[in-house]
Structure formats: structure tokens, C-alpha cells
């Protein structure tokens, strides 16, 4: 009989990340529903709406041909999936903030189409909305997540995966996102992983090739992490090392629990974004 997924332990980077962070910050982010709407909650911002809405224009021309792709009028679809996200549904304080982020992103989104680089060569798209698969079905443990871009290498007949960074900061050397992202490349689509890169919109011209981590050592940094995931989700403690007060983590989102946010949309995943 086929194991039912929905019935599995979800892991993805972020969830991961916010476990390590503060266990409080996971269960709220990815346990508790708001029992009203039955949805996830989250706390929109103005990083995160830039970040979603470029990983937005890059995604929405990773079905075209490479050869016509980047005469997709890229600063046009900027403007469009923009309005979607503008004031207070996007998390921004001001008008003037909402514009400094809104220039910044448009800059972005004219390197990619002054330097595309790789986004002018073959791409493989997983299938699947949120890729994922049991990297334990005995131990009821799910990994996902969405990966920016996989390059085809049409000599090695392997792909190499690209993450677009629209941040300031670099990731970490001990970050779990490229291991994870391995994993799931390897497990949820037939070629092999050849390379990967960061790409640092905000002022790189190219991606930035990165060394593969090790599938084997990966495989059980997850799977640590995610046995600490269960017994916490089995024994629902979720407890913040600080207790009742709260960290700088886990605080914003209690307040929105208790009824402090004011609420301001939907993401397209069904959660209720708010802002405070």
C-alpha cells in the first residue's frame, strides 16, 4: 500500500532553518492554522516581497525556449507581478520605501536581461509545483522545496542548479539550502547534478559556481534534523529558549497569533499574510 504523504513530517530549508532558530518560530510559521480560516499564518515584508516577486519574473520564463526566452519583455512582467504585491499586502512602511525596493528589483531584473548568461541556454523544469520525496518512508520524513533553475549541460547530459540570491548577504558556508537542494534535484528527476551556483542579483553579472555537497553527508544532516522535527511535532513541544517571553524570532508571530496584526492578503501558497 502506497504510504500517504499527507501524513508525512514536511521538511524544506525553511522550516528546517526555523526549527535550528527557535522552536516556537517553527511551530508558528508551520504547524499552527489560524482556526477562523484554517490557514498558515506569515508576516509579510519588503525583502520578501522583492525576493518573491523577481524569483517570480525569472520562474515565469523557465518553460519558454532558450532561444526566444529572453525577448520576454522582462520589466513588463516586473510591473505587472509588482501590482500584485504593492502597499501594505507587499509589508511596506511608506511609499518611499515601497519605491526604493521597487527601483532595486527593477535593477535586478535589467542585469539578468543585459547579462543572461545561462538563462539564454537549454533549462530542465521538475514537474512537480513543490518537488519533493521521502527521503525516509520508514521514519515518515518528506523533503521539499522549489529550486530556482537547473541548467541543461546538453554534453554531459546533467543539469546544474542556479539560485537566484536578491539579497544583501551571502549564504553561509554551513547553510543547509544547496544540500538540500542537491538531494532534491537527485532524487525527483532522472539526470545527474553536475554543478551549482549562487547568482547575487544585486551585483554579480554571473553566477558564482559553488562546490556540490556530499549527497551521503547531506542525506544525514536532513535526517538529523528532521528525527529532532518529529519527536517535537510527536510530543508538541515548541517551546522558545526564552520562555513565555519570546525571542526576537518567535514574538512578532505571537503577536500576530494573539490578535496584535492586521492582516492584508493571501499568498499564493494559502497562507494569511499580516504585517504589524
Known amino acids: 500500500m502506497e504510504k500517504d504523504k499527507f501524513k508525512g513530517v514536511w521538511l524544506s530549508h525553511s522550516s528546517m532553518r526555523d526549527f535550528l532558530t527557535c522552536k ?7 504547524v499552527y492554522k489560524d482556526p477562523i480560516t484554517g490557514h498558515k499564518i506569515t508576516i509579510v515584508s519588503a525583502p520578501l516581497t522583492l525576493g518573491q ?3 517570480d519574473v525569472i520562474d515565469s520564463i523557465s ?4 532561444d526566444t526566452r529572453m525577448d520576454t519583455p522582462l520589466l513588463a512582467q516586473y510591473e505587472l507581478l509588482w501590482q500584485e504585491s504593492t502597499g501594505e499586502k507587499g509589508g511596506f512602511k511608506s511609499v ?5 525596493y521597487k527601483e532595486l528589483g527593477k535593477d535586478m531584473i535589467k542585469r539578468l536581461m543585459e547579462y543572461p548568461g545561462p538563462l539564454k541556454e537549454k533549462a530542465v523544469k521538475i514537474t512537480e509545483p513543490l ?3 521521502w527521503i525516509s518512508e520508514e521514519e515518515n520524513l518528506i523533503l521539499c522545496g522549489k529550486v530556482d533553475w537547473l541548467q541543461f549541460i546538453e554534453e554531459t547530459n546533467s543539469v546544474q542548479i542556479i539560485d537566484f540570491k536578491t539579497g544583501k548577504h551571502e549564504e ?14 537527485k532524487n525527483t528527476q532522472k539526470r545527474e547534478v553536475s ?4 547568482w547575487y542579483l544585486q551585483k554579480d553579472d554571473e553566477p558564482r559556481g559553488v562546490e556540490l555537497p556530499n549527497l551521503t553527508t547531506a542525506h544525514d544532516q536532513v535526517m538529523t534534523i528532521g528525527r529532532r522535527v518529529r519527536l517535537a511535532r510527536q510530543l508538541e513541544q515548541f517551546q522558545c529558549v526564552n520562555g513565555n517571553e519570546g525571542c526576537r524570532h518567535c514574538a512578532p508571530l505571537e503577536a500576530v497569533k494573539n490578535g496584535k496584526g492586521k492582516k492584508v492578503g493571501e499568498s499564493k501558497m494559502r497562507q494569511d499574510l499580516y504585517i504589524l
Request: proline share 8%; hydrophobic share 40%.
Open 24 to 30: 516556537r518560530l517553527y511551530y508558528l510559521r508551520n
Open 53 to 55: 516577486v523577481v524569483h
Open 63 to 66: 518553460n519558454l525556449p532558450a
Open 96 to 100: 518611499t520605501q515601497e519605491l526604493e
Open 131 to 133: 518537488p519533493w520525496y
Open 172 to 185: 553561509k558556508a554551513d547553510s543547509l539550502q544547496l544540500p538540500i537542494y542537491h538531494l532534491l534535484v
Open 195 to 198: 554543478g551549482a551556483s549562487y
